[in-house]
């Protein structure tokens, strides 16, 4: 039997992976729909992000033919009720990144609240 803690972890990784996703990247609505109100992100660039300036830069609704992001390392752990940590090793395009993600329970579901990704050799 799966606890609490369990699916919560698992539905932050859902919603982690769903994020990098082609389809729903090349898709503002979609990608409204993972990102909480009060959302922000520090990019790999070291630039600062809110879910008005992510939204901005979301694709048009044409999937891109880039190269799928790979994902290795995968872990996550309840900080307290409601709150997931994720963390894990993104590969794009020849450049890897660490990733951090805090996911949030709202009352419409699971919501990535912040994010950041840094540069790894």
């Known amino acids: 039997m799966v606890d609490e803690s369990e699916q919560a972890v698992q ?3 859902e919603g982690e992976l769903r994020l990098l996703h082609p389809e729903v990247r090349a ?3 979609c990608v409204l729909g993972f990102l909480d109100p009060e959302f922000t992100e520090i ?5 600062r992000w809110d879910r008005d300036s992510i939204l901005a830069a979301t ?3 044409t999937v891109s033919e880039e190269s ?3 994902v290795e390392e995968m872990s996550g752990t309840v900080l307290a009720p409601g709150v997931v940590h994720l963390t894990y090793v993104s590969e794009h395009e020849g450049r890897r990144a ?3 993600s805090l996911w949030r329970l709202t009352e419409t579901g699971w919501r990535m609240y912040f994010h950041q ?3 790894a050799g």
């Open 98 to 100: 660490r990733r951090s």
């Open 68 to 70: 799928p992001i790979k």
């Open 43 to 47: 990019g790999a660039s070291g630039r």
């Open 11 to 13: 539905a932050a990784v």
């Open 59 to 61: 694709g048009d609704g």
């Open 117 to 119: 990704g840094t540069p």
């Open 27 to 29: 898709s503002p609505e």
